[in-house]
């Protein structure tokens, strides 16, 4: 099982994408990102960290699957504290990795991601 943890929901994923997760984890459990207000604290964000390992956690152990990581991508500061946790705790972490593209028309910028593969996090 792969744990989405990030602001882009499963069902948004490009099919190579889901193809990859299929392949690999054999299926997506989304997990909203928290809001993390820019005027949060360290120990605020840290707490928040805290509450998600232990859900993260709670998912892994209704996991029959032997294959399991979390896809983390989001706020930075989180991110960090949130994987040093889940390192501590031997759980796997990935991120996506894309190409950017980006077109500009008339001074309106438009960005497209495009998925190129998952990294694991050693």
Do not use: C
């Amino acid at each position: 099982m792969l744990i989405n943890l990030s602001n882009h929901p499963s069902n948004n994923w490009s099919r190579k994408q889901i193809l990859a997760v299929y392949k690999k984890f054999g299926k997506v459990v989304d997990l909203p990102f928290p809001n993390i207000s820019p005027k949060a604290s360290s120990n605020q964000v840290r707490k928040k960290a805290e509450a998600y390992l232990k859900k993260i956690t709670s998912l892994l152990k209704k996991s029959s699957d032997k294959n399991n990581a979390v896809h983390l991508m989001g706020e930075f500061t989180f991110v960090i504290l949130l994987y040093e946790m889940l390192k501590k705790k031997n759980i796997s972490v990935i991120v996506s990795t894309s190409q950017r593209i980006v077109e500009e028309h008339a001074g309106k910028k438009t960005v497209v991601f495009n998925f190129i593969k998952f990294r694991k996090l050693k």
